[in-house]
């Protein structure tokens, strides 16, 4: 029971932190090419600003629930599959870029923001944008390794 709770919970934060990857550089990205500066960094500033708050919430249920079924269900670290340890550092990693990006460029961009200093802010877009990239690659690689794991070799 406590098992299928924390899985439940898990999946539905991955599900949220890539899928606003997902969201926001698939679909937003292309779709704010035509707007004119500096619309699309004060459109980003907005959207950042409610999303990063939803991923911090993922990354703490995250890490609770992942470490909960690996010290609880799966018997700890020694007794873990292989796919658990490559989860664990993908997820780290992916923490880790995202800590970066929250404490180094955006809060340049949203200083900027406030400042009404727009070309400051738009300079730290290339930066957020080559990060979630790679974040969102790593996501989705994690989410295949969490759910197929099981069933490799
Ligand atoms: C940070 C450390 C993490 C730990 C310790 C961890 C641990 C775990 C554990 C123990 C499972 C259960 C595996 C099983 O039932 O066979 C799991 C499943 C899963 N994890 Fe993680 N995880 C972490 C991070 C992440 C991240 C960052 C993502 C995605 C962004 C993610 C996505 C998933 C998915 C999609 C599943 C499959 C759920 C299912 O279908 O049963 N995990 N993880």
């Known amino acids: 029971m406590l098992h299928s709770v924390l899985v439940a919970l898990h999946v539905l934060a991955a599900i949220i932190w890539v899928g606003g990857m997902f969201?926001?550089?698939?679909?937003?990205?292309?779709?704010?090419?035509?707007l004119q500066p500096p619309e699309p960094v004060k459109m980003w500033g907005r959207i950042f600003d409610k999303f990063f708050n939803w991923v911090w919430l993922a990354i703490g249920i995250l890490v609770l629930t992942g470490y909960g079924m690996l010290l609880g269900p799966f018997g700890?670290?020694?007794?873990?599959?292989?796919?658990?340890?490559?989860?664990?550092?993908?997820?780290?990693?992916?923490?880790?870029l995202f800590m970066h990006l929250y404490f180094a460029p955006w809060k340049r961009l949203k200083r900027a923001l406030a400042d009404v200093d727009y070309p400051t802010a738009a300079k730290q877009?290339?930066?957020?944008?080559?990060?979630?990239?790679?974040?969102?690659?790593?996501?989705?690689?994690?989410?295949?390794v969490g759910?197929?794991?099981?069933?490799?070799?």
């Open 125 to 144: 877009i290339p930066t957020i944008r080559k990060i979630v990239a790679i974040n969102l690659t790593l996501g989705l690689i994690t989410a295949v």
């Open 147 to 153: 759910a197929g794991g099981r069933y490799f070799g």
């Open 76 to 96: 700890g670290f020694a007794n873990a599959p292989a796919y658990l340890h490559l989860m664990q550092l993908l997820g780290i990693v992916m923490i880790a």
């Open 23 to 34: 969201f926001a550089y698939v679909m937003v990205r292309p779709a704010m090419a035509g």
